[in-house]
């Protein structure tokens, strides 16, 4: 049992506030993802946890134990770090048994436990490798058997995957979060890639300029953005400044019922949920390029005034460039002073 | 024994500069260029005359300090550039699993920056072996360093076969030093460190 909160939590770098009143919950087993852009306070927020910086206000406690001012080598967490941070004058065992021997355990206890977690790593044998012997996932996998070997309470990921490629980040995450489940460990884990986060977390937590946006899970986040922060950047979405009036939203020809107040509002709607036809005569969009991804395709539209709208269609091949496109969004949202105040369903 | 001295005060004035901000640091990082700013013979003189008030002229701890003060820029400043090449991020996984600042600094940060600290005792070594104005005029007349006599053998002697022997001879240290530079900071050492 192992709950990691965050209670107010500040930090200031001069008068710059890097994380703003900052609150969260991680409960036992949960893996919680920060995400945001570069400069959003996320991966401040994870050095606060692992005593790598310290809050300007705040607390953090494990278990209801106070860490707030302890230094890292007294926290019961485990950072993975996002350059791996591997020693590169120690073999792969060596960086593992390190923690286990300032721990002063027996030497059969260190052999045992290390070569149990290469074994959870999928690195068995590999003890006697020097660490510049290793491809990026096998030293990103070290790096993760080199926190779990201790056992922590919490698990901290900054950004573990950022220096992978895509092919090989997508098959480690699924290990981490196999590994994650299987130990039940908690585990907060900072990243700036969207996928990353709706693939591996129970909960997303959206970080802008140090102060959450939205805290929700992945389907509901995506399905549903609380502000239009949120909607641009989980996915990819079709933002349109345009205004209300008579209950009709209307930009340069693209009108959409909506029934709220009159002035000017951000409609919000996925590629997936606007549906095109070819229309000759009332187009509303002229396609500028459909893009074939095999299993779908992607219609680029600009609407008479230059906005640029994106529509997800099963087939590309009825479209082409210059043709006029008629719009029939099948879910929206709007938001007004970045307040969500209107979702169909 | 003037590289040792100088290793056991530079290493840590090093580390200092790398990895930490005070008041003066900058000036007193490039003061420790001023030695090597003026002709050489001239700052001598000067130091001399200092020695000379405090009763260190023909004293071997005279010689020790003057060798020690020519160390300076090359135990400081190559340490510094090591220190700072060595990645915090892997002194921060120290201390994550449980490494004290001083455990980090005596298990992460010196092997890493080791093969360059070793070259920077080297160069030291080297430098400080073949010294000869500082050792000449604050040593002379009672401390004569193997290199100080070596030059009088030359200049006095009749017999110029015992400074050429005694060339060779000086030649040996220098050469066990590299033999030994050779094997410990081999290809690549610099970038990962000791036993990388």
Redo the contacts between chains.
Sequence with gaps: MSVLKIDNVSKFFGTTRAVDDFSLTVEDGELVCLLGPSGSGKSTLLRMV???AQPTAGSITIDGEEITRL???QRP???V?Q?H??????NVFKNLA??LK??KLPKEDIDRKVEEVLELVGLSGYGGR?T?QLSGGQQQRV?LA??LV?EPKILLLDEPFASLDQHLRERLREEVRDIQQRLNITTLFVTHGQDEALALADRIVVMRDGKTEQVGRPDIVYREPATPFVAGFIGTMNLIEGDVSNKVFNRAGFQVPLDIADGPVTLAVRPESLDLSVDDKNGQAIVHRVTDYGTHGLVDMDLPDGGRLKSMVGHPDMFASGQSVKLNPTAIAAYRDQKLVHRSQ | MVTLLSAAICLPAAYAFARMSFPGRNILFFSFLAGHAFPKFGLLIAIAAIFLQLNLIGTFWGVVLIQLVGTLLFMIWIPVAAFQSV?R??E?????????PL?VFW??TL??A?PTIAAALLLSFVGTFYETEGAWLIGAPGIRTTPVLMISFINNQMVVQYGAVLSVILWVPSFIALMFARRVIGGGAFA?????
């Design positions: 692992g005593g790598f230094p890292p080598e967490t485990g950072m770090f350059s941070a591997l020693w590169t004058h120690m390190f923690g300032l721990r020097l510049h790096a080199r926190s201790l | 990645d991020r892997m921060e996984a120290a201390r994550d699993v449980g490494a004290s455990r298990s992460i092997p890493q080791g990962r460190g000791f036993g990388g």
